[in-house]
């Protein structure tokens, strides 16, 4: 004899977010996708740095981290702020450190 969903499926339904809420979400994995990226972000998780500094610690040309950063920036994962002709980059909140943290918790649990 089959069961009925009817109250699961409800409960879900009511539940699941719209589908360009849902669309965004998949794009801002998509960022988290590009190992270049993870690697900055995972430095700028531990200090604000310069595209300069970035890119003497990851062995990259400038251009490579700043085409990265503009992504970065672009899916609002990092901020940056000016002092005098310099740059410098940092995670843009604490929600971007927690997923940080999350996935490599997982990964080395």
């Known amino acids: 004899m089959p069961h009925n ?16 809420i849902l669309q965004d979400l998949g794009d801002l994995f998509k960022v988290f996708g590009d190992t270049t990226r993870i690697k900055i972000m995972f430095a700028l998780y531990e200090e604000e ?13 400038q251009s490579a981290i700043s ?8 899916a609002d994962l990092v901020a940056s702020r000016r002092e005098g002709k310099t740059i410098y980059y940092h995670l843009s909140d ?3 450190k927690s997923i940080i943290a999350q996935g490599y918790e997982h990964l080395t649990e």
């Open 5 to 20: 969903h009817d109250k699961l499926l409800d409960h879900v339904k009511k539940e699941m977010p719209t589908d360009e």
């Open 49 to 61: 740095m310069c595209v300069c500094a970035i890119s003497e610690l990851l062995g990259m040309t």
């Open 67 to 74: 085409h990265q950063l503009k992504t970065l920036k672009q």
């Open 94 to 96: 604490e929600h971007v």
